[in-house]
């Protein structure tokens, strides 16, 4: 069955504690795997596209990584600013888009 | 600006009284979908749209029709909505290359009583 698990749930780190989010997925015929960020009331916001592994794409305090299995996203130094849902997506055979349910950070000043 | 609308962004409503949800985008992309959105469930895909007058089921069809008679248009109808369709719902749509992402509106959290 196509799915992808997202750990943890939720995640509450202090201001510039590091960590990484995880996105497993088991979905045939990976087309790319896609990081979004999304804020309460909004839509998902795109941050990333992964095609390949051993890809890793870099935006600010963010840096996302992609194995045969699953993608990480590091989160350096966050800020405040940075918390919200972050969910990923794998696209599949057919334009079909596989989400996971999302981990919700929380950065504490 | 590039940006996908929705429209309207709150709608509470009852069992049974059809609704629209419209959604437009003004990037030219052939392929839009909409999803909906559940604590714990992710985001599910209900519908999609690979161009003009070309629509598919997604994973959630039950209870929704949607029509695709212009490129830049995608609206959600539900005929008979019921509670269960209580959910945050979202249209997105992408460029047809490879590995392009979606885009997507701010969504409509629909309540139906």
């Known amino acids: 069955e196509d799915q992808v698990t997202q750990s943890p749930e939720a995640l509450r780190l202090q201001e510039g504690e590091s960590s990484s989010l995880n996105c497993s997925y088991t979905?045939?015929?990976?087309?790319?795997l896609f990081w979004y960020r999304q804020d309460p009331g909004k839509g998902p916001e795109f941050l990333f596209t992964l095609y390949s592994a051993g890809e890793e794409k870099e935006k600010e305090r963010l840096k996302a990584t992609l194995t045969k299995k699953e993608s990480f996203l590091h989160i350096t130094a966050p800020k405040p600013e940075d918390s919200a849902t972050y969910l990923c997506?794998?696209?599949?055979?057919?334009?079909?888009?596989?989400f996971g349910s999302g981990t919700k950070l929380n950065v504490k000043p | 600006e590039a940006q996908v609308t929705q429209n309207p962004r709150y709608l509470i409503t009852v069992t049974g009284k059809k609704l629209t949800v419209t959604c437009s985008q003004n990037?030219?992309?052939?392929?839009m979908s909409w999803y909906r959105q559940d604590p714990g469930l992710g985001l599910r895909q209900i519908y999609y749209?690979?161009?003009?007058?070309?629509?598919d089921k997604g994973d959630v069809p039950e209870g929704y029709k949607v029509s695709r008679k212009e490129k830049r248009n995608f609206p959600l109808i539900l005929e008979s909505p019921s509670p269960n369709q209580t959910s945050l719902y979202f249209c997105?749509?992408?460029?047809?290359?490879?590995?392009?992402?979606?885009?997507f509106g701010n969504g409509t959290r629909l309540t139906v009583t």
């Open positions: 749209s690979m161009n003009v007058e070309v629509t």
């Open positions: 979905v045939s015929g990976l087309r790319g």
């Open positions: 997105a749509s992408r460029d047809t290359g490879l590995f392009s992402p979606l885009h």
């Open positions: 997506a794998v696209q599949g055979n057919f334009n079909k888009f596989y």
């Open positions: 990037m030219n992309h052939e392929y």
